[in-house]
């Protein structure tokens, strides 16, 4: 018997847990003690196995050489004068940022939520679109599920905390608009029901840490934390 540990947890955690080592969405920390758990290889080969098709990708092409004066046009960012990273105009340059940011984690942003959902067993199983929201390093921490009749729910994959004396805020940016909608402060982990009802399947969520209780302004005021995309799930 190996005296080497072990990830703990029920077999469909520890095989959540290697598909989140392969897609690289876990801390190095805890990628080490997978790599250290002898049980846990054939859970990767299963994995790797499983997404070798999306390991398939097109010779690079390079970008049109005005690619970024035309994205800095788009975003505003090019009419905007520098400043402290402070008020506004630091949270629309926040926002121009994810934007850009989870662009092209479309793909990846549906197979985490498909590998998160899955282990949470959600008991809505009318989801139709999703969005995995991750840290700038892509570092996952929440998913969202929306339902076909507009029904919300966020799960605390990552069972993140807010500071001591703050708080977590949801919002969402449906296309189009210019200004995030507050969603409510989230507490506590595992799912997390919306009481209001969603009437877009196309939007940009977020979670930014704020005082406690929320921003007071109704507009975000901290540091966006977290950002993803909705998807629509494959059924």
Do not use: C
């Amino acid at each position: 018997m190996s005296d080497r540990p072990q990830i703990p947890g029920s077999d469909d955690d520890r095989y959540i847990v290697a598909g989140e080592y392969v897609l690289r969405l876990i801390p190095e920390e805890e990628a080490m003690r997978v790599e250290a758990d002898p049980s846990m290889a054939p859970l990767i080969a299963s994995w790797e196995q499983r997404l070798a098709p999306l390991l398939t990708v097109p010779a690079p092409v390079p970008p049109p050489a005005d690619l970024w004066h035309r994205i800095a046009r788009s975003t505003g960012i090019a009419d905007r004068p520098v400043r402290s990273p402070r008020g506004s105009a630091s949270w629309t340059r926040s926002i121009a940022f994810w934007r850009a940011a989870t662009a092209g984690m479309s793909l990846a942003a549906v197979v985490l939520a498909g590998v998160i959902l899955s282990r949470y067993r959600l008991e809505d199983r009318q989801a139709r679109f999703v969005a995995a929201l991750a840290r700038a390093d892509a570092q996952a921490g929440f998913v969202v599920s929306l339902a076909a009749d507009g029904r919300l729910t966020i799960t605390n994959s990552g069972r993140i905390r807010a500071r001591s004396g703050r708080d977590l805020e949801l919002w969402v940016l449906p296309d189009g608009e210019k200004t995030p909608r507050s969603l409510g402060v989230l507490r506590g982990e595992g799912n997390i029901a919306i009481r209001q009802k969603m009437t877009f399947t196309s939007a940009q969520f977020m979670i930014t840490d704020e005082p406690s209780g929320g921003s007071s302004s109704g507009q975000v005021s901290g540091a966006i934390l977290f950002a993803g995309r909705l998807s629509p799930l494959p059924q």
